[in-house]
């Protein structure tokens, strides 16, 4: 089964660019990514660049309409995602713990529907 792993955070409490807190955020990043692949888990992920390079889109009587940043305001922020396949929501979970932003942010798991 796949899982989408939305990992949010507030930009306040993440690590500074440049800090050793940083860094070792991204060698865990660098080691659960590495953990996955090797446990043949890994579909894919990303990190996402900050919400103000965001466009939203919606469609309003046949017209498009656009607006910078996201759909919501929100304390947290979408900040990268995972794709996991796992054969149960216990392992996801297992794994979502694992994700260094769990620490300080929220991992969101969301069940995929493949069609």
């Given at each position: 089964m796949q899982y989408?792993?939305?990992?949010?955070?507030?930009?306040?409490?993440?690590?500074?660019?440049g800090t050793p807190e940083f860094g070792a955020?991204?060698?865990?990043?660098?080691?659960?990514?590495?953990?996955?692949?090797?446990?043949?888990a890994f579909v894919s992920g990303?990190?996402?660049?900050?919400?103000?390079?965001?466009?939203?889109?919606?469609v309003k009587d046949g017209k498009v309409e656009t607006m910078d940043g996201p759909f919501a305001?929100?304390?947290?922020?979408?900040?990268?995602?995972?794709l996991m396949e796992v054969p149960d929501l216990d392992t996801?979970?297992?794994?979502?713990?694992?994700i260094p932003t769990a620490g300080y942010g929220t991992v969101e798991l969301r069940p995929i529907m493949i069609w």
């Amino acid at each position: 089964m796949q899982y989408l792993a939305l990992i949010y955070s507030a930009p306040e409490n993440e690590p500074k660019y440049g800090t050793p807190e940083f860094g070792a955020m991204m060698a865990g990043y660098n080691a659960f990514t590495a953990m996955l692949k090797e446990t043949g888990a890994f579909v894919s992920g990303d990190g996402l660049k900050p919400v103000t390079t965001a466009t939203s889109v919606r469609v309003k009587d046949g017209k498009v309409e656009t607006m910078d940043g996201p759909f919501a305001e929100t304390k947290e922020h979408l900040g990268g995602y995972y794709l996991m396949e796992v054969p149960d929501l216990d392992t996801a979970i297992k794994y979502a713990a694992q994700i260094p932003t769990a620490g300080y942010g929220t991992v969101e798991l969301r069940p995929i529907m493949i069609w």
